[in-house]
T-cell receptor
């Protein structure tokens, strides 16, 4: 079946503009994660959605970052008033469940964001 | 949060050689995954291994949860094995990633 998809694959924007990044998880997966990966670094957790529960936003670096998940499926990560330090690859993952033995994550291809 | 350390940070192998990558973590975890990030940036699932040993072709992994480490074995390495290998551990809602082992396999 289809894997996790993300769009756009690349985004170049000017400092101060808002951007929206989209993630389509694997069908039937209730948990969805957003991560950020800066050049040559590991993955930094941003936010986690599980079913209809309130999201875990503990990894969001500032109030310029927000995310929503509509209908328990598609998610959008929004970055307002982008800064150059926001440049990174933004990765989305989904898992069948959020905890226990069914939380094996599957990743999308990522969105490479460049802020000029 | 949990600290995840991977070693070695960099590894260069001749094609055909074997290697062992290590992942240490600082606290009890629910689950552990190994990933291979290819040169195009895609994260590919290798193993979902909270404990025990698994094998998949030339790759195998062992997690000793009580001693808080996991090992990834690569045998008869190929140039296509090049890339960065990450381990990620889960507690609660979050997965914590190590900083990776960068592997280069030369022909």
């Amino acid at each position: 079946g289809a894997g996790v998809s993300q769009s756009p694959s690349n985004k170049v924007t000017e400092k101060g503009k808002d951007v929206e990044l989209r993630c389509d998880p694997i069908s039937g997966h209730t948990a969805l994660y957003w991560y950020r990966q800066s050049l040559g670094q590991g993955l930094e957790f941003l936010i986690y959605f599980q079913g209809n529960s309130a999201p875990d936003k503990s990894g969001l670096p500032s109030d310029r970052f927000s995310a929503e998940r509509t209908g328990g499926s598609v998610s959008t990560l929004t970055i307002q008033r982008t800064q150059q330090e926001d440049s990174a690859v933004y990765l989305c993952a989904s898992s069948l469940a959020g905890t226990g033995r069914y939380n094996e994550q599957f990743f999308g291809p990522g969105t490479r964001l460049t802020v000029l | 949060g949990i600290q995840v350390e991977q070693s070695p940070p960099d590894l260069i192998l001749q094609e055909g050689a074997n290697s062992t990558l290590r992942c240490n973590f600082s606290d009890s975890v629910n689950n552990l995954q190994w990933f291979h990030q290819n040169p195009w940036g895609q994260l590919i699932n290798l193993f979902y291994i909270p404990s025990g040993t698994k094998q998949n072709g030339r790759l195998s992994a062992t997690t000793v949860a009580t001693e808080r480490y996991s090992l990834l074995y690569i045998s008869s390495s190929q140039t296509t094995d090049s890339g960065v290998y990450f381990c990620a551990v889960n507690t609660g809602n979050q997965f914590y990633f190590g900083t990776g082992t960068s592997l280069t396999v030369i022909p």
